[in-house]
């Protein structure tokens, strides 16, 4: 294919992204980014070094390759913090715009607490992970400022936004991929999420495949969120949750984090702290043995999952991506005004393995900038990039028509390796009954034991071998009926259920999770911290009390708690089967030996009873 013909295609299918009131930073391009910034290089144990100032770094320059020591990061630098005076003239005209709701689009209202949302031990990981904010580099909320205003003085130079697209072909697909490059990513700052740091990259991947008749036709869609990746990503293109205005899907941003979402609402994100990893990686290998040794099918695993996930190593952020705010994109008011086709791959996408922004040395490099289009952080390509496919867990999936010839063609596969397969079957069944036939005839000769052993010996392992074959050729006739069945509907056009791959997908707050009274959302917020000022008091006032105190303040929190969640009958339930079971326990510990005497007693009399009865039948 022409690169014009790459172009017309991306241009054709090129999303619209809505944003959420308030939010401040839109799609530019990476040209005038990079004018604004400086690079540096920072090398284990010395200080951050400048290599090229900021007005004089061109995106030529920073394709250059760079040869340095292990461990070292090259980053770009956008903005310097502002100044006390300048923050608070910021502040105050961030304050006036919002009593005066100048514009709807313009201002955001954050919506009920995230915190009110979860559990008790979500919102205490969540207050240590707030502690170590001031322990660890991180880039503050008058830097976010500063971006602002810079991006801003930028539009009102030369309002453009800019989209970079490449087309991928593999395996029958035709993957478009969108790449949007934000200077800033103010989620934390802006909208109480996790991180902020300077630049942030988001990509969106549409999934075509050409018909039998030439025409190319959109199968699937996926956008990025955050760092997840797999089935949960994509949707299928007539999946009502994927909105469209003719043929370009709308994407729902989230505020400040501009991860994508399908539909407009506010998503629960937990993001899990690398810290915890080791621990919630041993919570999910002890839940997989679990689920092994109860033998669960796919659907009770996936609805245990959702159920009992170990979610308690993670911390609730929300993506606020209502898409009532700006849109951009084809038939709104701010349209894509440059379109870049990145073929071939320019030096800048391919030689700069560095940071897109400011290196803030975060352990938990959430505050860190993120790599480029082609490269995670740490210099290494993206899935996303070398395997768009597999990103999406598409990599096992083949388009609609092609997977149909090739249903055919595994079914004559099969087919013919069952042929064979009984073949062996029938030769195998008759070496059986020869054996069968010679070691019944050895019967009443003494001198043929051995022999006879050893035919039994082999006609053992030769039965179990049969019946092994013939469950196979079992298993692959269902499965040959499987394929035919499904060839048959997708040559009719059903393409079955479109949600049967996603186990953990986002979902949108209902509205009854947002409908949360005051009392509940300032319970929410002080929780935590009036159980840790409570502790304090214990051990300052009471301290000859400690182990009763902290019981009684437990009890009480947990009981506040199961009250404002309506679930206090469940808490009830819960500590009536624990102390049960706790009872059950110390009877057992106590009477042990007798315990035993009693159920041998027991079995011995119902064995002696139940064969007397047969017995006597």
């Known amino acids: 294919m022409s690169q014009e013909q790459d172009q017309a295609l991306l241009k054709r299918f090129e999303p619209v992204i809505r944003y959420t009131p308030g939010e401040q930073f839109f799609p530019i391009d990476v040209d005038r980014f990079v004018r604004h910034c400086s690079l540096w290089v920072q090398r284990p144990e010395q200080p951050p070094k400048l290599i090229v100032p900021e007005g004089e770094l061109t995106l030529e320059q920073l394709?250059?390759?760079?040869?340095?020591?292990?461990?070292?990061?090259?980053f770009l630098k956008f903005i310097d913090p502002l100044n006390l005076s300048d923050l608070a003239r910021y502040r105050l005209k961030e304050g006036l715009r919002y009593l005066r709701r100048e514009d709807p689009k313009d201002v955001f209202h954050a919506g009920r607490g995230r915190l009110a949302r979860v559990g008790y031990g979500s919102r205490f990981i969540d207050a240590l992970f707030s502690l170590t904010l001031v322990m660890r580099g991180r880039v503050p909320g008058d830097m976010a400022a500063a971006a602002a205003l810079t991006h801003s003085s930028m539009l009102e130079e030369n309002e453009s936004y800019t989209y970079y697209g490449r087309v991928v072909r593999r395996d029958g697909w035709v993957v478009l991929q969108y790449w949007y490059f934000y200077p800033f990513n103010n989620w934390r700052s802006g909208y109480f999420g996790v991180n902020d740091h300077e630049g942030d990259w988001e990509t969106a991947c549409i999934y075509l495949y050409e018909n039998d008749?030439?025409?190319?036709?959109?199968?699937?869609?996926?956008?990025?969120?955050?760092?997840?990746t797999g089935d949960d990503l994509r949707r299928r293109w007539d999946d009502p949750e994927v909105k469209k205005i003719g043929w370009h899907p709308v994407i729902h941003a989230g505020a400040g984090s501009h991860a994508g979402y399908f539909e407009a609402g506010e998503y629960l994100t937990e993001i899990e702290l690398a810290i915890l990893s080791p621990i919630a990686n041993l919570a999910r290998w002890i839940e997989r043995l679990t689920r092994r040794a109860l033998r669960l099918s796919q659907s009770e695993e996936d609805s245990l999952a959702s159920r009992f996930a170990f979610n308690f190593f993670r911390v609730p952020f929300v993506d606020y991506a209502r898409g009532n705010g700006v849109a951009i994109g084809p038939y709104q008011k701010k349209e894509w005004t440059q379109r870049v086709l990145l073929d071939p791959i320019p030096d800048w996408v391919s030689n700069f393995r560095g940071l897109w922004g400011f290196y803030a040395r975060d352990p938990i490099s959430g505050?860190?900038?993120?790599?480029?289009?082609?490269?995670?952080?740490?210099?290494?390509?993206?899935?996303?990039?070398y395997d768009p496919l597999g990103w999406a867990g598409l990599d096992k999936i083949l388009p609609p028509n092609i997977?149909?010839?090739?249903?055919?063609?595994?079914?004559?596969?099969?087919?013919?390796?069952?042929?064979?397969?009984?073949?062996?079957?029938?030769?195998?069944?008759?070496?059986?009954?020869?054996?069968?036939?010679?070691?019944?005839?050895m019967l009443g000769q003494p001198h043929l034991q051995k022999l006879h052993d050893d035919y039994e010996e082999r006609i053992e392992l030769l039965s179990n071998e049969v019946d092994e074959m013939r469950a196979q050729l079992a298993k692959d006739q269902a499965l040959l009926e499987a394929l035919e069945l499904y060839a048959s509907e997708h040559e009719e056009g059903l393409r079955g259920p479109m949600r049967a791959h996603i186990r953990r997908p986002h979902h949108r707050s209902s509205q009854a999770g947002l409908r949360r009274s005051m009392?509940?959302?300032?319970?929410?917020?002080?929780?935590?911290?009036l159980a840790m000022v409570s502790f304090v008091g214990i051990i300052l006032f009471a301290r000859q009390y400690i182990f009763s105190g902290?019981?009684?303040?437990?009890?009480?929190?947990?009981?506040?708690?199961a009250s404002f969640r309506r679930r206090l009958v469940n808490l009830v339930n819960s500590i009536t089967i624990a102390l049960a079971v706790v009872a059950a326990l110390v009877i057992i510990f106590e009477f042990f030996w007798l315990i035993v005497e009693v159920g041998v007693l027991f079995a011995g009399m119902y064995i002696i009873w139940e064969n007397l009865r047969e017995l006597w039948t």
């Open 213 to 228: 008749e030439g025409e190319v036709k959109p199968e699937w869609v996926a956008y990025s969120v955050h760092d997840f």
């Open 63 to 74: 394709g250059q390759p760079r040869l340095d020591d292990f461990g070292s990061v090259h």
């Open 367 to 385: 505050e860190n900038a993120p790599g480029g289009p082609m490269y995670n952080r740490d210099g290494s390509v993206r899935r996303s990039w």
């Open 550 to 561: 902290m019981i009684i303040l437990i009890s009480l929190m947990v009981f506040v708690e």
């Open 519 to 529: 009392v509940v959302e300032t319970w929410s917020a002080i929780s935590i911290g």
């Open 403 to 441: 997977s149909v010839q090739r249903a055919r063609q595994r079914h004559i596969s099969i087919r013919a390796n069952n042929d064979e397969l009984a073949r062996s079957i029938e030769s195998k069944n008759l070496l059986l009954h020869d054996l069968g036939l010679e070691m019944k005839a």
